[in-house]
């Protein structure tokens, strides 16, 4: 049985940060309110002159490097993004051109925070199905970009990253299992509606989200979506060695540890320095772990995560 076996990781995060102090200078919120609701204290923002494939090159470079694979052996590029560079082509083919490569198919997949579970899926059955040998998969968003900087109940929650995992063809347990699901009767709850028509932008290009409303669907569909995803591949909780979520509010994360009766010491949780970077945020917290001696080699992950869509999913990984 072929696997899909994660090789190497790989993060970036811009060196610019800003604080809830510094956003309690730009609108009315305070470095409580926002530690007490969500457990973030900081995020990191993008210079002007970097683009989401810069993001994602950096976290890509350093995955291929992890991983001791080189660009050239890369047969597959997915990127997860719903900041691209631009309309199209691609921030995948941006990525591949960038690293340097030609011919591979790459592709983003846009299913906001969820984007990683549905990447990492994808790019997982074109390994096991033989279409693809070495895959990278990537989650790279600038948020900071589709941010209204006075909008206080929203602002104050994302961040700007990038994570990367290097796949590869394997007859050692790599991915176990995974899960996708979508709603679309909740977009409202969580959009940036606007489009591009006649030479202008319609709509708002700013992020809209009804918080209390994204919290109770999250919490509970986080919770199903985990216990299935466990249960289908004939697991139990206590066989977890970590949980790595997607890392949206302390208090989302913490419900589904206790749903699933994990100890907070079994969570990966960078929530307090990167804020929410949507599809990048799972990605750079397993790098977290990885780079920190947290996760080891044989240890099972379960990765979850939520977002507009509403998309969702959970995948198992034996690392
Ligand atoms: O990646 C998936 C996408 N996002 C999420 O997972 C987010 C899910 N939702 C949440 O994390 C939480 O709902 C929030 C953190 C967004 C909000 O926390 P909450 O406990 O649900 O607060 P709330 O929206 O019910 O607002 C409570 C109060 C309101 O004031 P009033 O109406 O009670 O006077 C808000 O206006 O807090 C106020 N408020 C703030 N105050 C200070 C909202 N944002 C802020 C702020 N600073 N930044």
């Known amino acids: 049985m072929t696997y899909a076996k994660i090789l190497g990781t790989g993060s970036y995060l811009p060196a610019k940060t800003l ?7 730009i609108v009315d919120t ?7 609701r969500t457990g973030i204290k900081t995020r990191h923002i993008a210079a002007d002159n970097e683009k989401c494939s810069d993001l994602a090159v950096a976290a890509a470079q350093n995955a291929l490097e992890a991983a001791g694979v080189d660009a ?24 591949q051109q960038k690293l340097g490569i030609s011919g591979c198919p790459a592709f983003d997949v846009q299913a906001v925070c969820a984007g990683f579970m549905y990447a990492i899926t994808t790019a997982n059955a074109y390994i096991k199905s033989g279409m693809a040998k070495k895959a990278l998969v990537i989650g ?5 970009r589709i941010m209204d900087w006075t909008d206080r109940r929203t602002c104050v929650l994302f961040g700007d990253g990038a994570g990367a995992v290097v796949l590869g063809a394997s007859d050692e347990p790599g991915i176990l299992h995974s899960k996708l699901l979508a709603d679309g009767n909740y977009g409202y ?20 989200m009804d918080g209390p409303g994204v919290f109770k669907f999250a919490v509970k569909a986080l919770a199903k979506v985990a ?27 913490e419900s589904t540890a206790k ?17 929410n970077t949507s599809a990048a945020s799972i990605p750079l917290a397993l790098d977290w772990g990885v780079r920190h001696g947290s996760i080891q080699r044989g240890h099972t992950l379960l990765l979850e995560g939520i977002g507009g869509g509403f998309a969702w999913g959970a995948v198992l990984v034996k690392y």
């Open 19 to 25: 604080s809830n102090h510094d956003l309690a200078k």
């Open 30 to 36: 305070s470095d409580e309110w926002i530690t007490t």
């Open 72 to 95: 050239a052996e890369i047969d597959l590029i997915v990127v997860a993004t719903s900041t691209p560079d631009m309309q199209f082509p691609a921030t995948a083919t941006i990525v």
């Open 140 to 144: 790279a968003d600038v948020f900071s």
């Open 189 to 208: 709850l969580l959009q940036t509606p606007g489009w591009i028509a006649n030479g202008a932008v319609c709509g708002t290009p700013f992020l809209q």
């Open 227 to 253: 216990e299935d995803v466990i249960a289908e591949a004939g697991l139990t909780p206590e066989q977890i060695d970590w949980l790595v979520p997607h890392q949206a509010n302390y208090r989302i994360l």
């Open 259 to 275: 749903h699933l009766k994990l100890g907070m010491e079994k969570v990966v949780l960078t929530v307090q320095d990167h804020g």
